[in-house]
T-cell receptor, first 111, second 115 residues
Framework: KQEVTQIPAALSVPEGENLVLNCSFT??????LQWFRQDPGKGLTSLLL?????REQTSGRLNASLDKSSGRSTLYIAASQPGDSATYLC??????????FGKGTRLSVIA | ETGVTQSPTHLIKTRGQQVTLRCSSQ?????VSWYQQALGQGPQFIFQ???????GRGNFPPRFSGLQFPNYSSELNVNALELDDSALYLC??????????????FGEGSWLTVV
């Protein structure tokens, strides 16, 4: 059974810092890994999708990497801003299986 | 803007009642999945519909049921509501069930409170 773990559970950083969020999964036979952002009381916004054959994806100040063999992914946020404050969720799936989520990392960027 | 819309956004029900939540998937997406998210937890998979057929179900009792219509919109029905059903219910749409390279898009969710 696939399990996804996200560390740390919460993180508080001053504005401008670069930061890394971690995600690990127990079964390396994945098709996709997807990072989401969730604002309080809201739905999920897809940030980045990494296919199993890829090593990383970039979008603006965000960079996500995937090491499938070790079951790890990282989300790097450069030059953090208060608007980046949210919960970040990592999820994996295998083919037509549902997404399995971690519990998320709650990020606070202090101005 | 993900193109996935859910209704209602908030609702309050009494224990024992029934509720129907609705989802319109992104245009062209033939797969809809429903997730339950309790406070402080990651979303948990309820079930998935692909071309109007249920093709996957999580660890939820039969009082959780659903439908997918020919236009690929979907409903989630919950009977005999319990207090623990209070949660954010998320609908997700994708093309071909989120196979390799297919992004899965979520709606804003429906907040259900059972009192």
């Amino acid at each position: 059974k696939q399990e996804v773990t996200q560390i740390p559970a919460a993180l508080s950083v001053p504005e401008g810092e670069n930061l890394v969020l971690n995600c690990s999964f127990t079964d390396s036979a994945i098709y996709n890994l997807q990072w989401f952002r969730q604002d309080p009381g809201k739905g999920l916004t897809s940030l980045l999708l990494i296919q199993s054959s890829q090593r990383e994806q970039t979008s603006g100040r965000l960079n996500a990497s995937l090491d499938k063999s070790s079951g790890r992914s990282t989300l790097y946020i450069a030059a953090s801003q208060p608007g980046d404050s949210a919960t970040y969720l990592c999820a994996v799936n295998s083919g037509n299986t549902p997404l399995v989520f971690g519990k998320g990392t709650r990020l606070s960027v202090i101005a | 803007e993900t193109g996935v819309t859910q209704s209602p956004t908030h609702l309050i029900k009494t224990r024992g009642q029934q509720v129907t939540l609705r989802c319109s998937s992104q245009s062209g997406h033939n797969t809809v999945s429903w997730y339950q998210q309790a406070l402080g937890q990651g979303p948990q998979f309820i079930f998935q519909y692909y071309r109007e057929e249920e093709n996957g179900r999580g660890n939820f009792p039969p009082r959780f049921s659903g439908l997918q219509f020919p236009n690929y919109s979907s409903e989630l029905n919950v009977n005999a509501l319990e207090l623990d059903d209070s949660a954010l219910y998320l609908c997700a749409s994708s093309l071909e069930g989120g196979r390799t390279g297919n992004t899965i898009y979520f709606g804003e969710g429906s907040w259900l409170t059972v009192v």
